[in-house]
């Protein structure tokens, strides 16, 4: 069975630092991966898909990594802003039809 | 860009009554899906809908539950009874290709519905 977990649970930096969300999942069978955001109360937000062949994905000040053998995909943000702060969560598309979702990190930049 | 949406963005209910909540998919899309959020929990997979049927469908997804495309835009979620466990956020997603492979693009999900149940 797959199971997604997401390290750390929180994390709280000074705005202007460079930081990494990480996440990892123990099935390797995976057709992708994609990283949501979600404000408080809100719904979740695509900002980077990595298809399993892909080992990473760029957007703006966004990097995402994959290394599927090891059950591995990192968050990559440079120059974190205030508004940055939310949920960060994975999500591994499995074989059934279905994606799998982590329990997020909750980041919080500090001005 | 093109949306996922979903009304109502809230609703309360009484225990025990049938509600349903709505989701405009994304136009040229043709898998749907429905997930929930207990509030401080994981996200969690309910059901995948393509072609007129379900696709696959999770433990949480029993007889209490349904889906419908009713008229080729709106996917529902239809709960029958409603029990105090039901209220979380619910979010409708939709894909253009499904994912064997083939995801191009992902999910996209609407803004979610809170449902509360008293």
């Known amino acids: 069975k797959q199971e997604v977990t997401q390290i750390p649970a929180a994390l709280s930096v000074p705005e202007g630092e460079n930081l990494v969300l990480n996440c990892s999942f123990t099935?390797?069978?995976?057709?992708?991966l994609q990283w949501f955001r979600q404000d408080p109360g809100k719904g979740l937000t695509s900002l980077l898909l990595?298809?399993?062949?892909?080992r990473e994905q760029t957007s703006g000040r966004l990097n995402a990594s994959l290394d599927k053998s090891s059950g591995r995909s990192t968050l990559y943000i440079a120059a974190s802003q205030p508004g940055d702060s939310a949920t960060y969560l994975c999500?591994?598309?499995?074989?059934?039809?279905?994606?799998?979702f982590g329990p997020g990190t909750s980041l919080s930049v500090i001005p | 860009e093109p949306e996922v949406t979903q009304t109502p963005s809230h609703q309360v209910t009484q225990m025990g009554q049938e509600v349903i909540l709505r989701c405009v998919p994304i136009s040229n899309h043709l898998y749907f899906y429905w997930y929930r959020q207990i509030l401080g929990q994981k996200v969690e997979f309910l059901v995948s809908?393509?072609?007129?049927?379900?696709?696959?469908k999770s433990e949480i997804f029993d007889d209490q539950f349904s889906v419908e495309r009713p008229d080729g835009s709106n996917f529902t979620l239809k709960i029958r009874s409603t029990k105090l466990e039901d209220s979380a956020m619910y979010f409708c997603?939709?894909?253009?290709?499904?994912?064997?492979?083939?995801?191009?693009?992902?999910?996209?999900f609407g803004s979610g519905t809170r449902l509360t149940v008293v």
């Open positions: 099935d390797s069978a995976i057709y992708n």
């Open positions: 999500a591994v598309e499995t074989s059934y039809d279905k994606v799998i």
């Open positions: 809908f393509y072609n007129n049927e379900i696709s696959e």
């Open positions: 990595i298809q399993s062949s892909q």
């Open positions: 997603a939709s894909s253009e290709t499904g994912f064997i492979g083939t995801s191009n693009y992902g999910y996209t």
